[in-house]
């Protein structure tokens, strides 16, 4: 058995079931197969009606509905679930060294504090789980009023934090969060509506990096600069745009490293990156002298429109060599002759038309071979 069974498992095994014969309360976990119930879940499951008509009860007394319960977690070795009777819950005082939690959970940090809980037979929606996510949701739902009023109305939700420590609410501005939410309506934070010009955030980002070819020039500065890469992939009210471009230049940072340069730093420890030039703009402008200037320097200069058309052009001109050969192919050895793949394509891009004219060709082509061949045999 490669798996331990929960005690669940266990329990209706001793009684005399089976995985063939089992009670209603119970099921075999999706996905786990029907072979045997030597599965990573550790056999058998509860209903899921099952365990919401059921209730559990911290070591302090608090009882709590299974729609607030944590199961299927495993840490320290354990796997905290339903089936094992100790399904967990975040505790709501997020009290550190609970000495009546489970020894394992006693030391957890206040931010991920979980507490064990049992199954029990009673429930008391005053002393409950319940009761005290409610109490503290309306105490964040007050602070949050009396935050708004002393900033005369001028926050918004989704910048919103709560510190459940401090009990206190702060504003963390973020421009970025506003796109696809708030596009074009109401800004609370602006007290008036975003203007409907649209635009995007446009930077460039300068690599550098040295040498290593093990020449002359070894250990020279390689600086090459990208200029007018797109931050949004469509445009969005320039408010959002300029709030951006303001204030966004470590989220603008932290993408470009972590799209590809943050691995090419493992093979060139010299690499460099450096975002610049922030700006909000309705289409990409090109400063020609700065080009010049960055060009007198020894600094390669790409616009990435240019890029983006190059390999346009690129894919264009493969798609139609590809073409090119697939009706080689079909002059050559006929449409039968070639693989579904190679059928799809030649039905969609080259046409039935084409391809009967092809196959035409091929047969014409054929024919002279073959009289070709019956001169030559006569002399």
């Not at 409950?128 to 949701?137: G, P, Y």
């Not at 992939?233 to 471009?245: G, L, N, T, W």
């Not at 610049?276 to 390669?300: P, Y």
């Amino acid at each position: 058995m490669g798996n331990e069974f929960n005690l669940l498992t266990e329990e209706l095994l001793l009684s005399g079931y089976s995985k063939e014969e089992y009670p209603k309360y119970v099921k075999m976990p999706y996905g786990s197969g029907e072979e045997s119930l030597d599965n990573i879940y550790g056999g058998f499951e509860f209903q899921r009606n099952y365990l919401e008509k059921h209730f559990f009860q911290t070591g302090c007394g608090l009882c709590v509905t299974a729609r607030n319960c944590i199961s299927g977690m495993g840490y320290m070795g354990i796997n905290w679930c339903f089936e094992n009777d100790n399904v967990l819950i975040k505790c709501p005082y997020h009290k550190e060294g609970c000495e009546r939690n489970h020894p394992v959970l006693a030391d957890m940090k206040p931010a991920f504090c979980f507490c064990a809980c049992h199954m029990t037979d009673h429930y008391d929606y005053e002393n409950s789980v319940e009761k005290l996510l409610r109490k503290q949701d309306e105490e964040k739902e007050r602070l949050y009023k009396q935050y708004k009023e002393e900033h005369s109305g001028r926050i918004c939700r989704n910048h919103m934090y709560y510190k459940e420590k401090d009990k206190e609410w702060e504003f963390r501005y973020d421009p970025v969060k506003c796109i696809g939410r708030c596009s074009y309506g109401l800004c609370p934070v602006r007290s008036r509506m975003l203007v409907k010009e649209k635009g995007n955030v446009f930077y460039d980002i300068r690599i550098s990096t040295v040498r290593k070819d093990g020449t002359f020039f070894d250990g020279q500065p390689i600086i090459s600069v990208v200029k007018g890469r797109k931050f949004l992939e469509r445009q969005v009210s320039m408010d959002i745009c300029r709030a951006i471009a303001a204030c966004g230049k470590e989220e603008i940072f932290r993408r470009e490293w972590w799209n590809g340069y943050s691995m090419q730093k493992l093979y060139d420890p010299d690499l460099k990156i450096e975002i610049l030039n922030i700006r909000a703009e309705r289409r990409a402008c090109r400063d020609l002298e700065q080009d010049l200037e960055d060009i007198r320097n020894g600094i390669s200069v790409v616009h990435e429109s240019d890029r983006i058309k190059a390999k346009k052009e690129r894919k264009k001109v493969n798609k139609q060599k590809q073409l090119e050969r697939l009706e080689r192919k079909i002059a050559k050895s006929g449409y039968g002759a070639l693989n579904d793949a190679e059928q799809r394509m030649a039905d969609k891009k080259i046409g039935a038309d084409k391809v009967a004219i092809l196959e035409q060709e091929r047969q014409c082509t054929g024919q002279n071979r073959q009289l070709s061949l019956s001169m030559w045999m006569e002399l």
